[in-house]
Antibody
Framework: EVQLVESGGGLFQPGGSLRLSCVGS????????MHWVRQAPGMGLVWVSR????????GYADSVKGRFTISRDNAKNTLYLQVNSLRAEDTAMYYC??????????WGQGTLVTVSS | QSALTQPASVSGSPGQSITISCTGT?????????VSWYQQHLGKAPKVMIY???KRPSGVSNRFSGSKSGNTASLTISGLQAEDEADYYC?????????FGGGTKLTVL
């Protein structure tokens, strides 16, 4: 069974930084592209970023370019999202998800990030 | 990277059929056969119901079907059941990124 477990969320101050992690199991992690998707409270899903299998190719939504960095450690079956210069509008549930030939197929349960002073 | 356009809400009675539309552009829905649909119950993670426009993952009821015409994709749910009440999102590949619709709240009356 495919499992994705996110961690690293919590309460953060504006202007601060955080790193989210996502551990994958039940599949060959290194063979799949991976995504981060976020959902602000009461709002819809928003695609954030994706990374290819070996981490050499990344992409970001325009709204987060320059502040977010996606990366992965295939030896640890772990996906990361580094977020700098935190803003109130970054408050959201952050989901990691697996890509299957261009489809975001399996999702984690999410980790909640709250940015507030 | 504008969001795909979905109706905010749809409703239907048990046993009826409903269709949710998802309108994009020639840069996303119209150019790629990579449209997926997700069901999200309150407080839960999304679940893929349709991928590649019209394919159903194993385990998803055949009451769910997808189609696409031009820049618009559609999700049809037939034989509505109470458990279908949820939020539904479409998603399309858009060349170097992915874009979601704003979501549709389905109410089963």
């Amino acid at each position: 069974e495919v499992q994705l477990v996110e961690s690293g969320g919590g309460l953060f101050q504006p202007g601060g930084s955080l790193r989210l992690s996502c551990v994958g199991s039940g599949f060959t992690f290194s063979s799949y592209w991976m995504h981060w998707v976020r959902q602000a409270p009461g709002m819809g899903l928003v695609w954030v970023s994706r990374i290819n299998t070996d981490g050499t190719y990344t992409g970001y939504a325009d709204s987060v370019k320059g502040r977010f960095t996606i990366s992965r450690d295939n030896a640890k079956n772990t996906l990361y999202l580094q977020v700098n210069s935190l803003r109130a509008e970054d408050t959201a549930m952050y989901y990691c998800a697996r890509d299957l030939s261009g489809t975001i197929d399996n999702w984690g349960q999410g980790t909640l990030v709250t940015v507030s002073s | 990277q504008s969001a795909l356009t979905q109706p905010a809400s749809v409703s239907g009675s048990p046993g009826q059929s409903i269709t949710i539309s998802c309108t994009g552009t020639s840069s996303d829905v119209g150019s790629y056969n990579l449209v997926s649909w997700y069901q999200q119950h309150l407080g839960k993670a999304p679940k893929v119901m349709i991928y590649d426009g019209s394919k159903r993952p194993s385990g998803v009821s055949n009451r769910f079907s997808g189609s696409k015409s031009g820049n618009t994709a559609s999700l049809t749910i037939s034989g509505l059941q109470a458990e279908d009440e949820a939020d539904y999102y479409c998603c399309s590949y858009a060349g170097s990124n992915w874009v979601f619709g704003g979501g549709t709240k389905l109410t089963v009356l």
